[in-house]
């Protein structure tokens, strides 16, 4: 039986569930191989990407789907098995990247702010995707803080091209995670977590405006956002406690109940602030949306440093990686402690 957009992006969500990214375009991952001084190859990138795929108890139980690069969906294993076969294996669904990046938006505030290209012959490229084995989709919109932005441009122009985007993957078959991230690392001190809060309900309103004007079904997305936070630099940071509850209120205000689930980014903050964070979320439940992560750098920052790429340490690489994944599996459910960090 076919499954509907509905049943994958259910399945995408699913309790104590989350999505993978490990879709960091060929410039990122060499930045995150640069961190370890392993140099960035096609058989670099397979080994390290083919550890995390291949952890098998992690994959089974708390990685519901994948997000991958191009280069990736294509990819082998080194005995030759497709890794998006050893993803399926592992019942973890593969999904790709199809925004081509962030790019300067033309216009007063083209020195800060950028629009994400990537419609122009989309629809061909998501159907050979299907074929390739991809089951959702993620585009990701950027949204900066900074004097003067954001601008009602560079929101508005983002958020048409999401909707864009949504209605040719679900016309494909396939889920759209919808991803507009007001990102933390901006450099405006006074970028504190109630800037934020109004900023992120900005887009989201937008964000869900267009998708209603483009029929996108929401039913069949996953909404990828940002939690309300303080920027990096600003010295007024919140509380955990604070960033729950300001981003539970902030997505009530805007995310209509019938999206089945929201699948957080990391954004930049440390592995635990982001368990932390989404556990105390779900702890505050009854939600009318599932709850979880679509973390990369909090998923993969201790299984990348474990690794070290050195194929003695895939154990281990693979060990760090599973208590991640585990972790944030609870956090999915309201259920992590910081003394289970300690445990491991
Ligand atoms: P981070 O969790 O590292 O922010 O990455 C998630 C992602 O997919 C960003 O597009």
Not at 230 to 243: D, I, L, R, T
Request: proline fraction near 4%; charged fraction near 25%.
């Amino acid at each position: 039986m076919t499954k509907t957009l509905a049943d994958i992006a259910n399945a995408m969500v699913a309790p104590g569930k989350g999505i993978l990214a490990a879709d960091e375009s060929s410039g990122t991952i060499k930045k995150r191989f640069d961190s370890i001084k392993v140099e960035s190859t096609a058989d670099t990138r397979r080994d390290y990407r083919e550890m995390l795929f291949r952890s098998t108890e992690a994959m089974k139980n708390h990685i519901s789907g994948v997000i991958l690069y191009d280069e990736t969906i294509r990819q082998k294993a080194k005995d030759g098995t497709p890794l998006v076969d050893i993803m399926n294996a592992a019942g973890s669904i593969p999904g790709i990247k199809v925004d081509t990046g962030a790019k300067a938006l033309p216009g007063p505030t083209s020195k800060i702010e950028t629009v994400t290209e990537g419609l122009d012959g989309l629809r061909e490229r998501l159907a050979e995707y299907h074929k390739l084995g991809a089951r959702f989709a993620k585009w990701r919109a950027v949204i900066t803080i900074a004097d003067g932005c954001p601008s009602h441009n560079c929101i508005h122009a983002n958020a048409h091209a999401l909707a864009r985007y949504a209605a040719l993957c679900q016309e494909a078959g396939i889920v759209p995670i919808v991803e507009p991230e007001v990102v933390m690392d901006g450099t405006h001190s006074t970028h504190d977590i109630d800037t934020c809060y109004d900023v992120t309900q900005w887009t989201l309103k937008e964000t869900f405006q267009e998708l209603y004007f483009a029929g996108v079904a929401l039913e069949g997305i996953v909404l990828k956002p940002n939690m309300v936070i303080a920027g990096q630099k600003c010295a007024k940071q919140a509380s955990a406690q604070e960033v729950a509850e300001k981003t539970i209120k902030v997505l009530k205000a805007c995310v209509p109940s019938a999206v089945p689930g929201i699948a957080f980014l990391s954004g930049g903050q440390s592995d635990e602030m982001a368990t932390e964070h989404l556990s105390l979320m779900n702890a505050m439940g009854p939600l009318p949306w599932r709850l979880t992560f679509s973390y990369g750098r909090a998923l993969q920052a201790a299984a990348l440093k474990a690794w070290g790429g050195k194929s003695e340490n895939v154990a281990a690489g693979q060990r760090a990686f599973a208590h991640r994944a585990r972790m944030n599996g609870l956090a999915a459910l309201g259920k992590w402690e910081p003394k289970l960090e300690k445990a491991a």
